[in-house]
């Protein structure tokens, strides 16, 4: 634990930075790589069972634009939407939690000239980084199978930034809040529902209308229309309405999350 802890170097007045952060957690996933590497392999295994083999049984899907695709190419832009999210919140809810509440590493990095904005900015940008790493090799599985059908899709890794920067700093402020690992129940209870129902594995004109308005304001859903109508370039208004969401989701949760350190480390 003190290992850990002491990988923070102090860092001059006035140029403090959450990069700090991000230096550190490298160092550590450098000797941990196996852990990392596993995150690739949910999404693709996914791709390969439901994508390919459930796609004979389904046939085409049409766009919410008219276009009609496989349901391989309608299938995978959810799995990329997927990927970043999975990076992003299991990064920013498990591994902080035992930072905050065992390793006691932001007591350590508070006794240095960074303050818990530094905190909140540096874990989201690891957390971004990662979920950003998955997603772009998840791109390359999708251009070497023929997934990608747009030049749009060029604008599918900064949007996975997006959606990795919306769910981190989510996570992050939720963390804030748990008291023990029990309380981490709530988190599978929010991802796997949102994994199974957001438009991931069919289009939302299955749900009776009620329905549909209350999977719409879902996250994973927002990021999943993004996704998809980058990457078949099939685009409509639902994209500008996703960016303008994740945003907001990402903003509200860094600063929740940055004011929440301040109380729970400050006092």
């Known amino acids: 634990m ?7 170097l102090p860092t001059a007045p006035g140029r ?19 852990v990392f590497v596993t995150g690739f392999l949910e999404p693709i ?14 046939g085409d899907i049409t766009m919410p634009g008219g276009e009609v695709v496989t349901y391989t190419a309608f299938v995978a832009p959810a ?16 591994n902080i939690f035992f930072r905050m509440k065992y390793a006691k590493l932001y007591d350590a990095v508070l006794a240095t000239p960074m303050r818990p904005w530094d905190v909140a900015t540096g874990e989201i940008t690891w957390a971004l980084l990662r979920g950003a790493i998955y997603s772009s090799v998840f791109v390359l599985v999708m251009l070497a199978m023929g997934l990608v059908g747009s030049w749009w899709a060029l604008l599918a890794l900064p ?11 989510a996570g992050m402020a939720l963390t804030t809040f748990m008291r023990s690992w029990q309380d981490f129940e709530f988190v599978q209870l929010s991802i796997l529902p949102m994994f199974l129902f957001s438009a991931t594995f069919f289009p939302v004109s299955v749900y009776p209308a009620g329905v549909q308005g209350l999977v719409e304001v879902t996250p994973l859903y927002r990021a999943v229309v993004l996704c998809r ?13 996703s960016v303008v ?23």
């Open 2 to 8: 003190a290992t850990l802890a002491t990988r923070v």
């Open 16 to 34: 403090t930075n959450g990069w700090r952060l991000v230096h550190r957690n490298f160092m550590v996933y450098r000797r941990a790589w196996p």
């Open 45 to 58: 295994f996914y791709l390969f069972s439901i994508g390919i083999g459930v796609s004979q049984l389904v």
């Open 79 to 94: 799995m990329l939407a997927s990927s970043a999210m999975n990076g992003a919140v299991f990064d920013s809810t498990y």
């Open 159 to 169: 949007a996975t930034l997006l959606i990795g920067f919306a769910f981190a700093a």
């Open 229 to 241: 109508e980058l990457i078949t370039g099939s685009l409509t208004w639902a994209s500008g309405v």
């Open 245 to 267: 969401y994740l945003f907001a989701m990402g903003a509200v949760g860094l600063f929740v999350a940055s004011r929440r350190l301040s109380t729970l480390l400050l006092k």
